[in-house]
């Protein structure tokens, strides 16, 4: 008899065999699908510990918490309306061979993913080692049906797992400039002048740029995994779930351009103290919008689908159905005991590396606050929320040459965002958000201060038609042994190899940029900063930072 028999024989049959099952038996089977679970949740509690980190400090993902609660929702309705288990017995060998190699691929890339949170690549190797698995465990419990059946609840997770960085600062970049593009012509329309600098819109009461989070990028995912949810959830055929996902797109790229819009003329008729008030609440009501649009758009298209003959919703399942197939308890003991000693490896290879790190050279800025037209500059509430350094400050000035400067000094302590933090706002990523043009990159250069030398990766950006020089240097807390203080901080995928290697994870880190502006040449400027830097880098002793603000 198959799995979907219909006979009369069948909830007869089904009904013997479980009162002919002795209790030792049902014990174990009992035992087994205890453990299948508890090892598909280590596996998924290992990827959610990794990705929270970019969740917690990357506003473009902080709908993660949010993806996992709705992936876990559509799952346990995926579960209400499971087929019948269907054999499995094929292909076992095959599907037990993947399962271990991805299990033993679970340990080097969670090494490098925690030597380097920042890495996209790693994040993705990760959710894709997770879900393979899962997958591969709905294939050893109900077969292929199981597969299809549970396999978009599994994959809807993907949607939190951040992007590869080239692909989101070029998608981040063109929705910027689209947006820019579109505000600047609503105002111009209204009779109000108006001018697009790259990403920056200049308007009579002062420049208003459109920076990542007005983007679009947040507004852009999140309506996407309505979308998906929405389709999921009201089991629509392929083609209502791809209008359903076009639809959202258009909607997200509209409700941000109005939101853009109405922030500008916000700033236009009031001025920037308004507008800063009302940034935040406008981004959370163009979600709430979005949200409220895409279910809206479901429940009309659910409505069309409720035709003779066509279902949206798979029958329930069938009391005499063969339910899940779990493997013996040792299986689920074996998964999780691989990750909880996987996690305790990973923490283990850094601690007892970390104490054979050497410290290096402790340095902050003095500021040259006697020096004319010297000024402190306080950075925006929203910037220093997503930067979250311990130690921030802004100095301008203007030097008797005519050469314009400021200089940017961040910090932060120890801890298992300082290294994402430090690298996710770059010149070359930063920069072009504020309405810049990347005109080169003049690679490194070693600036001796007197005391050391500190590596500079030295840029030029065009600044209104003026030449931007852009001097930019990240400094770790500790070194690896046989390494010098001035070496730069690799940052290839050769350098994150060695950062495994060297057990050096969580660094704190300091971040120096000089921006100048005046000298017509990279050379003229790389001169006056050799001039000039000496007089306000400042040697420190250990355990002087918490003094130096």
Not at 30 to 35: T, V
Request: glycine share 8%; aromatic share 12%.
């Amino acid at each position: 008899m198959t799995v979907e028999s219909t006979s009369r024989s069948g909830p007869i049959a089904s009904a013997m065999t479980r009162a002919a099952a002795t209790p030792s038996k049902r014990l174990a089977e009992s035992l087994g699908g205890w453990m299948t679970w508890a090892a598909g949740l280590a596996l998924l509690a290992s990827l959610i510990s990794r990705l929270s980190v970019e969740w917690s400090i990357n506003p473009q993902y902080s709908y993660g918490w949010g993806a996992v609660a709705l992936a876990g929702y559509l799952f346990w309705l995926r579960w209400e309306t499971q087929p019948g288990a269907g054999e499995a017995t094929r292909f076992q060998a095959l599907a037990a061979t993947l399962s271990g190699l991805l299990l033993a691929s679970l340990l080097p890339v969670s090494l490098l993913h925690e030597a380097n949170p920042d890495w996209r690549l790693m994040s993705w190797a990760h959710a894709a080692i997770v879900a393979g698995l899962w997958l591969l465990g709905m294939w050893r419990l109900g077969g292929s049906r199981w597969v299809a059946h549970f396999g978009f609840p599994i994959l809807f997770l993907l949607i939190a797992v951040p992007w590869p960085t080239k692909m989101e600062e070029w998608f981040v970049q063109a929705l910027m400039r689209l947006v820019a593009r579109v505000t600047t012509e609503a105002i111009n329309w209204f009779g109000v002048p108006a001018v697009q600098r790259g990403n920056v819109i200049d308007v009579p009461s002062g420049s208003i740029g459109v920076s990542e989070a007005c983007s679009g990028l947040r507004s852009f995912q999140g309506t996407l995994m309505a979308a998906l949810f929405f389709g999921e959830l009201n089991r629509f055929k392929a083609w209502r779930r791809v209008f359903l996902v076009l639809f959202g797109v258009c909607l997200a790229l509209a409700l941000n351009t109005f939101r853009t819009f109405s922030l500008s003329w916000i700033h236009i008729k009031f001025g920037p103290a308004a507008l800063g008030r009302w940034h935040d609440p406008a981004g959370f009501i163009v979600l709430l919008m979005a949200f409220l649009g895409i279910g809206a758009t479901a429940m009309m298209l659910k409505k069309r689908s409720s035709s003779p003959g066509e279902k949206t919703t798979p029958p329930t399942l069938p009391a005499w159905s063969r339910g899940p197939c779990y493997p013996s308890a040792k299986v689920g003991i074996a998964v999780v005991a691989v990750v909880i000693a996987v996690e305790c490896s990973v923490e283990m290879w850094f601690r007892l590396g970390e104490k054979f790190l050497q410290p290096r050279p402790l340095w902050s800025v003095e500021w040259p606050e006697a020096g004319p037209g010297f000024r402190f500059e306080e950075l925006d509430e929203s910037t220093l929320a997503m930067l979250r350094c311990n130690q921030a400050r802004t100095g301008v000035w203007k030097r008797p040459n005519g050469s314009e400067w400021t200089i940017f000094w961040l910090r932060w302590e120890p801890g298992r965002t300082a290294t994402q933090l430090a690298l996710t706002h770059r010149p070359e990523v930063c920069l072009p958000a504020a309405g810049l043009t990347q005109k080169g990159d003049h690679g490194l250069i070693h600036l001796d201060t007197g005391s050391l030398s500190l590596p500079f990766k030295t840029y030029l950006f065009d600044y209104r038609g003026r030449p931007m020089h852009v001097f930019f240097c990240v400094w770790e807390s500790l070194i690896a042994p046989g390494e010098t203080p001035e070496m730069e901080v690799d940052f290839t995928r050769k350098g994150r190899l060695k950062a495994v290697l060297d057990r050096r994870r969580h660094q704190g880190q300091q971040i120096l940029e000089l921006v100048i502006v005046g000298p017509q040449t990279p050379e003229q400027a790389i001169s006056e900063v050799r001039r000039e830097l000496p007089g306000f880098i400042k040697p420190m002793a250990p355990g002087e930072h918490s003094k130096s603000m």
